[in-house]
């Protein structure tokens, strides 16, 4: 069994959405976790989440949208993240390669998120592009400590990786691990503590080999842990047990309940 940690179902439509869930489950991918990018997709993501098993969502405004976060929104977000399918805040972050919102807004909204995931006790599934300075800068703020990280699609080298090791981060291995010209993402892998990968699509984007340039789908997390399994020497059977692990003490889920109460 594999859980898709990351993937943005939000793309397809809701008939559609449940076949590309059925066409996953068929191979074995029995969770799904869908990241919203902004507030005003929260309440249908939530619906979904309600209507099948497996499949939960992180609430919260990616960096691509950052300038649309309004007085009000830290409150709104916590009302949402109240509903037991929503188990992360998410996805934020930082992207300095598209700069689609001023950085100083970006970081402003990132940091926001933040103050509500350690109210709530919840971790934030993060995205970071070409920003890795000021990732760290933000993650490392003492007043973050014991923040629960997942940098998703992780692609941010060896120093990055080895900071965020230090800081206790979970690591997302998508489909970029299959692309031959991301030696970048491979080489990293053994530095990373096996008990906190996680694996992902990334949903529509992303798509493994042998699907490059196809629409992603959850069903292809088999592709990415298949390559994982053989960048780290493992059977594909230990990856799945590994992965679904990391999720569960993540994200802290049991059959759509907490696993364990607050710390
Ligand atoms: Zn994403």
């Not at 509903?83 to 926001?112: I, M, N, S, T, W």
């Not at 996680?198 to 292809?220: I, Q």
Request: hydrophobic share 45%; net charge negative.
């Amino acid at each position: 069994m594999l859980i898709d940690s990351h993937c943005h179902l939000q793309h397809f439509e809701v008939a559609e959405r449940r076949e590309v869930v059925a066409r996953a489950r068929a191979r074995g991918v029995s969770g799904f976790l869908i990241p919203a990018v902004r507030l005003s997709e929260a309440e249908e993501l939530l619906a979904f989440c309600d209507s099948e098993p497996g499949v939960w969502c992180a609430l919260g405004v990616h960096p691509h949208d950052a300038a649309s976060w309004q007085a009000g929104d830290e409150q709104r977000l916590r009302t949402l993240l109240a509903h037991p399918k929503a188990v992360a805040v998410g996805e934020c972050g930082l992207d300095f390669f598209y700069d689609h919102a001023p950085r100083d807004v970006q970081e402003r909204v990132f940091r926001a998120q933040i103050e509500v995931a350690l109210e709530l006790g919840l971790p934030v599934v993060v995205h970071n592009r070409e920003s890795n300075d000021a990732m760290l800068a933000v993650l490392e703020d003492p007043a973050h400590r014991g923040l629960a990280v997942d940098l998703h699609s992780y692609a941010g080298g060896p120093e990055m990786a080895r900071r965020a090791v230090a800081l206790g981060c979970w690591f997302g291995v998508s489909g970029m691990v299959t692309f031959p010209a991301a030696g970048n993402v491979r080489e990293v892998l053994p530095d990373l503590p096996a008990e906190r990968l996680l694996v992902e699509t990334d949903t529509p984007y992303l798509a493994p080999v042998p699907y490059r340039g196809k629409r992603n789908e959850p069903a292809f997390v088999v592709e990415v842990a298949d390559r994982l399994a053989r960048e780290l020497e493992l059977t594909a059977a230990e990856v799945a047990a590994r992965t679904t692990g990391a999720f569960h003490a993540l994200f802290r889920r049991t059959g759509g309940g907490f696993a364990g109460g607050p710390d």
